[in-house]
């Protein structure tokens, strides 16, 4: 059976940093692209990039590089989003999101909820 | 980067209504589209990929279809499960784009 199971609900204040993670079980993790979607609160869904497990080969959307970290360990089947420095602006529901191989997310986490407030 | 536009951003329909969802991407993008459903709540989930190809357990009343430019999503006969949000994505390049998404509501 295939799961993605995200990290929990993450409550912090600006500037803190925060690391959340995805972990996959049930699917051949390495193979295939892991991305991260945004939805912020009442918006639609935003691809922040992605990761290749098997050399780590990452990719940003521009409105994301630099504002975020993407990283994986393919040992324990894990990718991680990472802030160094949180803002309000950053307070939505993160999603992992796998490929499939014809290049379509198949396999979504659950989702980890951000808020960032003072 | 591709950019991915929907129309229209909000559809009121009612049950067994027929009902078509436009994406138009800004360059070329053969026929690496994907058409997910999102609920409030739940994870999104994939209905269609490769523009036509209708994923396993996914209800025979959704089908896509278009290529390079322009895709359509269509429900045959809308059911009170389909009401929620639909986006389309593009996979032909990175970064990786969404639609901005479509609300079917009730009518």
């Known amino acids: 059976e295939v799961q993605v199971v995200q990290s929990g609900v993450e409550v912090k204040k600006p500037g803190e940093s925060l690391k959340i993670s995805c972990q996959a079980s049930g699917y051949r993790f390495s193979s295939y692209w892991i991305g991260w979607v945004r939805q912020m609160p009442g918006k639609g869904l935003e691809w922040m990039g992605m990761?290749?497990?098997?050399?780590?080969?990452?990719r940003y959307s521009p409105s994301f590089q630099g504002q975020v970290t993407i990283s994986a360990d393919k040992s324990i089947r894990t990718a991680y989003l990472q802030w160094s420095s949180l803002k309000a602006s950053d307070t939505a529901m993160y999603y992992c999101?796998?490929?499939?191989?014809?290049?379509?997310?198949?396999?979504w986490g659950q989702g980890t909820l951000v808020t960032v407030s003072s | 980067d591709i950019q991915m536009t929907q129309s229209p951003s909000t559809l009121s329909a009612s049950v067994g209504d027929r009902v078509t969802i436009t994406c138009r991407a800004s360059q070329s993008i053969d026929s690496w589209l994907a058409w997910y459903q999102h609920k409030p709540g739940t994870a999104p989930k994939v209905l269609i990929y490769?523009?036509?190809s209708l994923e396993s357990g996914v209800p025979s009343r959704f089908s896509g279809s278009g290529s390079e430019t322009e895709f359509t999503l269509t429900i045959s006969s809308l059911q009170p499960e389909d009401f929620a949000t639909y986006y389309c994505q593009q996979s032909y390049s990175t970064p990786r784009t969404f639609g901005g998404g479509t609300k079917v509501e009730i009518k």
């Open positions: 490769k523009a036509s």
């Open positions: 999101a796998s490929e499939d191989g014809d290049n379509f997310v198949r396999y």
């Open positions: 990761i290749y497990p098997v050399d780590s080969d990452t």
